[in-house]
């Protein structure tokens, strides 16, 4: 690509996305036009156009602008092509703060909801960079602690919006990012905040030029990157709070349009944080003229948030193959401890702490008032029916994510990858809700056999978009993302119609194994423990593969078919899991680097030390949901969050 082609890309990038957007608001309000040069009266098209769409449009372009310019800010200074408000959790502690201020504190929003978002976007952004700074903000320790933070917060709001159902589709629009508006009190606040914002970004422009040099060249020209760094993120955080403060989360923005700049040509950080800008804001806007323009009435009961992803992810896609990345993210190994090993004695006593946790998870619990009680032999054929398949079913699902995460780890030599990071569990979930969708009730094999197909289909998308880099780890980052992305988002929509379906999908997505009975246990129990002996069987495979292909394929590894057969056994295992205890989890994440830390290195070992792990500690968060606020309870999948993010936490802090 020639230099003058370069620059214009941009540019023609960004006047299609406009042309998109100004044909579709012209589609929307051009037979309307005539209304605003009427004066007087009650015309309720007119007050619909002035009070709502008009405003709606203005919402848009600022917002676009805002999350745009936000992660070209956090890209940049950070030098990761990962970074974005989503993605650092900086939106998710946004939203957490003001879904418990809206259920708790409410003086606070009297106070000012950007004041909430701010704290709540402070704080995990302070928490992400505590992590980071430990590994000097390499790209993979960010994006670890952005996904353990972010993952973190969802859950908790995910809690809240289930113990408080009478908030909850309010709560699910606002949260998934929802542009409808009844004046243009909310764009006229925003754009002093964005424009002032953007002001400052601009007289930090030269520094940000300095930093391409890399640490050692920006300090020999005198450069403090410590105080860039904290003076970029800063105003970054502030961008995506005051948007999230205004109309919820719309995260995939930040991720995509400095990507979509940086494809067309923006490398010099002026013209790049320009153009993410600028395409941010005519993304949204098209984005949600599409919207209006096809739901009509239904558009303000949709959130434009997911819609966008919807319209993004298919760009991010196609482009991705001429995406070059400055970093790679890094493979970390761990740290053992000396003198560290599973001897005799140690597995002996590892089995006799499994025993003792299964028997807690059967027999210690919470009867009539809520007093703890140790179950009695003459309430055992009562009782024991009721938590024994869901202790079993809980145990297989966290068994069969964790061994899951190894394969797609090891496999990809990337650490982050795993079932939830990569989008398997939530394409399981879109195979599920369109079985939902169109059958009245879903037999179990029919279940498993959606889910299947569901898993299959992303893992088969997102690997058909990075096997022509290798399989290179940020190519099958983004691809996992902008699928995963894309999938919620359809979820999402169909969650906001409100169909009874629906609120049912969203309570299933959260992890729960409320209607496993005993039969669907000791199915899913029989098919854990096949396919965790096939993935054992692999073992050779899942040792060589991480010495790279030139080293696999020279020692006899046919490198297509075990990929491919890895993966199927990877999305089966996902597939299966996720029909017990639902898309959210950390099991396949955490598990892995658990079982990594331990000491266990080698294939085999590494799976089995992770599956029970896995296996322990979803059927602990499956006992725990149900004993924390009896005679409620919280699905295992959010239990598994909260309780995995703190471990995740103190494990990149000691290493």
């Known amino acids: 690509m020639t230099a003058l082609a370069s620059h214009r890309l941009p540019v023609l990038v960004t006047l299609l996305l406009a042309a998109l957007g100004l044909v579709l608001a012209g589609m929307l309000i051009g037979p309307q036009w005539p209304l605003l040069f009427q004066s007087g009266g009650y015309d309720i098209d007119r007050m619909v156009l002035v009070y709502s769409t008009l405003p709606r449009m203005a919402t848009a372009l600022i917002s676009g602008a805002a999350l745009a310019l936000s992660g070209a800010l956090f890209q940049q200074v950070l030098r990761n092509p990962l970074a974005s408000p989503t993605t650092l959790g900086i939106s998710a502690g946004a939203n957490l703060a003001i879904v418990i201020a809206m259920l708790w504190f409410p003086a606070l929003l009297g106070l000012g909801r950007d004041l909430v978002a701010l704290i709540g976007s402070g704080l995990a952004a302070g928490l992400v960079f505590l992590l980071g700074a430990r590994r000097s903000f390499s790209p993979f320790s960010l994006v670890m602690a952005g996904l353990i933070i972010s993952l973190w917060c969802g859950a908790l709001s995910a809690v809240l919006m289930l113990l408080h159902e009478r908030y909850l589709v309010s709560l699910f629009i606002w949260g ?57 993120v800063t105003l970054a955080v502030a961008l995506a709070a005051f948007v999230t403060s205004a109309v919820g989360v719309i995260g995939f923005i930040g991720l995509v349009s400095p990507t979509l700049a940086r494809l067309a040509g923006a490398r010099r950080p002026a013209a790049l944080l320009i153009w993410a800008s600028l395409i ?120 069969m994510l964790a061994v899951a995460g190894v394969i797609l780890q090891r496999l990809t030599g990337n650490e982050m990858a795993s079932p939830e990071v990569l989008g398997i569990s939530a394409g399981a979930t879109f195979g599920v809700t369109l079985g939902l969708f169109f059958f009245t009730a879903l037999s179990l094999p029919l279940q498993i056999g959606f889910a299947a197909a569901g898993a299959f289909a992303i893992l088969g998308l997102i690997f058909l978009f990075a096997i022509r880099s290798g399989l290179a780890p940020e190519r099958v980052l ?127 070992a590494h799976m089995a030390g992770a599956a029970l792990i896995g296996g322990v500690l979803m059927m602990m968060s499956d006992w725990a949901g149900r004993m924390i606020v009896y005679p409620y309870e919280i699905p295992a999948g959010i239990v598994s969050a909260l309780i995995g993010a703190p471990f995740l936490i103190l494990l990149m802090r000691r290493r």
């Open 176 to 232: 998934a990012g929802s542009l409808s508006q009844q004046s243009f009190a909310i764009p006229l606040a925003l754009l002093p905040k964005v424009g002032l914002v953007a002001l400052l970004a601009a007289l930090i422009l030269r520094p940000l030029t300095v930093i391409d040099l890399g640490e050692a060249g920006a300090k020999g020209v005198g450069l403090n990157t410590t105080t860039l760094r904290f003076c970029a």
């Open 280 to 399: 941010g804001a005519f993304l949204l806007f098209f984005a949600d003229c599409a919207l209006m323009l096809l739901a009509g009435s239904f558009s303000d009961l949709l959130p434009t948030g997911a819609v966008t992803a919807v319209f993004g992810s298919p760009l991010l896609l196609l482009l991705l193959p001429r995406l070059k990345v400055r970093h790679r993210v890094m493979t970390q190994t761990p740290r053992h401890r000396a003198g560290w090993r599973w001897s005799r004695r140690g597995l002996i006593f590892a089995l006799m702490l499994l025993m003792l946790l299964i028997g807690v998870a059967l027999f210690v619990g919470r009867l009539g008032q809520g007093e703890w009680a140790l179950l009695t032999p003459d309430l055992w054929q009562d009782i024991l029916p009721l938590r024994l398949p869901r202790s079993l079913a809980g145990f297989a699902a966290g068994a």
């Open 478 to 604: 983004l691809a996992g993302i902008a699928l995963s992305a894309m999938v919620d988002a359809v979820v999402g929509v169909l969650g906001a119609t409100g169909d009874p379906r629906a609120i049912f999908l969203m309570r299933w997505m959260s992890g729960s194994t409320y209607m496993v009975d005993l039969p669907q246990a000791l199915t899913v129990a029989a098919a854990a423990c096949l396919l965790v002996l096939a993935a054992l069987a692999s073992r050779r495979w899942l040792d060589l593969l991480p010495l790279g292909p030139e080293a696999a394929r020279a020692l006899g590894v046919p490198l297509k078919p075990a990929r491919l057969l890895l993966l199927m056994l990877a999305g089966l295992l996902s597939a299966v899991a996720t029909l017990s205890v639902g898309p959210l989890s950390f099991v396949g994440l955490m598990a892995p680097h658990l079982a990594r830390e331990a000491g266990l290195t080698r294939a085999v």
